[in-house]
Each structure stands twice: as structure tokens, then as C-alpha cells.
């Protein structure tokens, strides 16, 4: 069947202005954000399982003196409150005591209690009188208001079911001017990494600052260091943060 030039134009003209449904669909909203009870947003990320209490012990950390690195890209000195977040079986909680000395105190979170009766144990035995045992949940770290200086989350953080309620507990723990050192690796966070854009976002939802980020010797990873925010948001004011393609 043929039409007529003047046809197919009026044809054409009736299908752009016919309304959605009828020869078209309507572009498709982004959906709103998924929100917890109270009110903070879901991540939009995949969430990799707790493998083992430690993400390795093997040489290469010590060989790559990944505690002293993080020791110095955080400034921690004796005397500080350092929060190791997900401490597991303790490596750098063992290695931070000694670091802020006996002025000092490292709380040693986790929300895997028999994690940490194994970590308890070894401090005893050490006689590591700064080492403090919290037991948190999955979006707050359960630690004392306004105390702590620095806090360690060390190939952990693409484990965080809730990573903006948790981060937005943990600001509320850290002084003034405290800061937040994130080791983990340039890759998807269900391949047990975290894409440095995508942590940065979280962290700035909440209202943290990125204070320095770059890689540490030996291959291991990355360091970011964010800086807490000054004032929270509401947590219905925290826009959550899409994941690249790549990262999920």
C-alpha cells in the first residue's frame, strides 16, 4: 500500500503528539532511593559477604609495612583514640596499640562477636591494656560519643551493608577535626573492592571530606583519608550515591 506525501506527514504528526500509550512510552523516572526505618538510604551496591576475620595475614602486608603506612598517612600519634572499624582477628588493632602507646587507646569494632573473643584473648596475653573490645551493628559502630581522633577501616568497607548510617554514627564518635583512613582496592565491591569515585561519594553524602587519596607501596591497595563533617545532615536529606556499571 502506498500514501501520499501529505498523508505521511499528518501520520507522522499524529504519532508525536498521541500521548504516552498510545505508539509510545513515557521516559521512565528514576526510582526513589530505598530507605531504611529511619530514613537513611540504602546503598545502591552490591555488598560483599564476610569471608574470614582477617583479609590476610600473609607476608606481603608486613613486607609492604602496611600498618606503618597507614600509621603516617593518618598522623596517629601517642596519646590518640584510634577506632579500628571491622578489626576481625586484630592485625592492626595488635600493630596501633604499641602506636598510640599507653595513653592511648584503640577500640577494636566488629559486629562478628566471635571474632573478637579470639582478638580479646591475644590482647590479654600481650598485655595490651589500651585495647578496648566494642561489639557494633551492621550501621553503627557503637562507640563513645565525641572520642575518637582517628578510625581505620582497612579492606573492609565494601563489606558495610549500611555504609551511610554508619558513616553518619561514626561522625558522631570522632573529635573535632577527626579522620578516617580507608585502605581497600581499585575494583567492584562484589569482588571485594571499592572504586575510589564511589567511595568518595558515600563519604560526601554524609558530609565528610577527602583530605588525600593515593596508592600504598607494595601493591596493596589504596589510602583515602576523609576528614568528619562538621555538622550531620538529616538522614532524609542524604542523596545516595549510584554505582557506576563497572562496580557492580
Request: glycine share 10%; with cysteine.
Amino acid at each position: 500500500m502506498r500514501f501520499s506525501l501529505p498523508l505521511l506527514a499528518a501520520m507522522f504528526l499524529l504519532a508525536a503528539c498521541s500521548p504516552p500509550g498510545e505508539g509510545q512510552s513515557a521516559p521512565k523516572a528514576d526510582a526513589p532511593a530505598k530507605r531504611d526505618a529511619l530514613g537513611f538510604p540504602m546503598a545502591d551496591r552490591p555488598v560483599a559477604g564476610i569471608v574470614a576475620s582477617e583479609w590476610s595475614n600473609g607476608p606481603d602486608r608486613d613486607a609492604a609495612d602496611e600498618s606503618g603506612q597507614l600509621v603516617r598517612g593518618l598522623e596517629i600519634k601517642p596519646g590518640m583514640a584510634v577506632a579500628d572499624i571491622g578489626a576481625g582477628s586484630g592485625y592492626h588493632t595488635l600493630r596501633l596499640s604499641p602506636a598510640v602507646g599507653a595513653s592511648g587507646v584503640v577500640y577494636a569494632e566488629d559486629i562478628v562477636e566471635a571474632y573478637l573473643s579470639g582478638l580479646r584473648r591475644e590482647a590479654e596475653r600481650r598485655k595490651l591494656r589500651n585495647v578496648k573490645i566494642v561489639v557494633g551493628t551492621p550501621d553503627d559502630p557503637k562507640l563513645p560519643a565525641g572520642a575518637v581522633d582517628r578510625a581505620v577501616m582497612v579492606h573492609m568497607y565494601h563489606e558495610i551493608e549500611s555504609p551511610y548510617a554508619l558513616l553518619w554514627n561514626l561522625a558522631g564518635s570522632l573529635k573535632p577535626g577527626g579522620r578516617v583512613g580507608v585502605i581497600d582496592l581499585d575494583r567492584p565491591t562484589n569482588s571485594h573492592g571499592t572504586p575510589p569515585a564511589l567511595l568518595k561519594c558515600e563519604f560526601e553524602a554524609v558530609g565528610y571530606k577527602r583530605l588525600s587519596h593515593g596508592p600504598l607501596e607494595g601493591g596493596i591497595g589504596y589510602l583515602a583519608v576523609f576528614e568528619a563533617p562538621a555538622a550531620r545532615p538529616k538522614p532524609a536529606d542524604i542523596k545516595p550515591c549510584k554505582a557506576p556499571p563497572a562496580a557492580r
